[in-house]
Structures are given as C-alpha cells and as structure tokens.
C-alpha cells in the first residue's frame, strides 16, 4: 500500500524557517518524480515543488530562491526546507507521487498533509 | 503563466442527477490535464489524467473529456459520496496551476 506521511509543520514568524518531511512506503521511491502542493486556508490548491527521479527540480515563481525541495533515496524520505517564510505560505502542505503511467507527473496518491501557519 | 478557470464555484444537485464540470486553459495545454476529488477533511484524490484516463479505482459514472484550451468532468447518477470539490490541474510545463475548484453540495 502507498503511504505518504508529512511531518515538520508548526507556527513560524515571518522571515523564519522550517523543514516539512515526507516519509514514503509501499513503493519504489526513488523511482518516483515526488512534489509538495499547498492548500491555502481559502482552498486554493497551489504546486510548490517538485523533483524527478533523477534529482531535477521545479519551483514556481512564488518559491523560488525561498523553498528547496530535496530527497533522501537511501531513507524514503522528501524534503522541503522553506526560509524567509511570509504569511501568504500559511496553508496545508502535502506530498504527492507523480504517476509512472504517463508521461507527466500526474499526481496519483497525497499524504494527509501538514500545517504552516506563518504569523508573529 | 498559464491560467486554469474553472465553472462553476459551487452546484447543488440531487442524487441520481448528470453533473458537468468544465476546465478552461489560458492556451493550448495539448490534453495534460488531470482533475481531483477532495471530501471534506480530506487530502485531494486523482480521477482523471492526461483528460480522458480514469485512476485506479475511479467508478466509470467519471469521464474526463476535452482538447486543446476546453476540458470537462463528467459525472453520471451522482451518488452521495461525490459529493466534495473538484480541481483541474494542468501538467503542460511548469507552473502546474490548479483550476479554482467546484464545490458539489447536496441539494
């Protein structure tokens, strides 16, 4: 059974740092092109993130020079280190698989997801 | 950027009844399109890929339909556990923008 399990979200000032991990079961992992979307508290589902097997990584505009996406293939674990935090990244953030069926990574299975709250 | 508008926001409908759900791109997303269904408390799940591919799993009352810059989900005899929201999400070249979602209520 695939299971993606976020961990790391909290309460941040604006300009703070965090880490989000995504731990992976139940698949070959670094098989996987992986990705972090967020939910805003408004239900706006936004991509964040996202790294291909090989280790090529996309960022929108929005995060870019702020968050790193990484993966630790030997532990199945996905990261996403965020620095200079503004409250605008509140949201819930999830960890998704991108799919092995098509040529895109269509994202086939999410975790439950993990909170930022950005605030002073 | 390419934007995703999606229609409606919100629908009420009966059990039993035919729902379509439509996606519009800004440009030509070439069919790279998928559409999740999230309940309420949960995380979003995929139903259609690449516009017209049901997920494993998918009941076939889903159909995913469309071409160029237009794409629908269609759900035939709703039943109540498709009840939620629904987004599309485009997969032609980063950013993959999500379309503003449909909430499908009960009515």
């Known amino acids: 059974e695939v299971k993606l399990v976020e961990s790391g979200g909290g309460l941040v000032k604006p300009g703070g740092s965090l880490k989000l991990s995504c731990a992976a079961s139940g698949f070959t992992f670094s098989s996987y092109a992986m990705s972090w979307v967020r939910q805003t508290p408004e239900k706006r589902l936004e991509w964040v993130a996202s790294i291909s097997s090989g280790g090529s990584t996309y960022y929108p505009d929005s995060v870019k020079g702020r968050f790193t996406i990484s993966r630790d293939n030997a532990r199945n674990i996905l990261y996403l280190q965020m620095s200079s935090l503004r409250s605008e990244d509140t949201a819930m953030y999830y960890c998704a698989r991108g799919t092995a069926r098509a040529r895109e990574p269509y994202f086939d299975y999410w975790g439950q997801g993990t909170t930022l709250t950005v605030s002073s | 950027d390419i934007q995703m508008t999606q229609s409606p926001a919100s629908l009420s409908v009966s059990v039993g009844e035919t729902v379509t759900i439509t996606c519009r791109a800004s440009e030509n997303i070439y069919s790279n399109l998928a559409w999740y269904q999230q309940k309420q408390g949960k995380s979003p799940q995929l139903l259609v890929y690449a516009a017209t591919n049901l997920a494993d799993g998918v009941p076939s009352r889903f159909s995913g339909s469309g071409s160029g810059t237009q794409y629908s989900l269609k759900i035939n005899s709703l039943q109540s556990e498709d009840f939620g929201s629904y987004y599309c999400?485009?997969?032609?070249?980063?950013?993959?923008?999500f379309g503003g979602g449909t909430k499908l209520e009960i009515k």
């Open positions: 999400q485009h997969f032609w070249g980063t950013p993959y923008t």
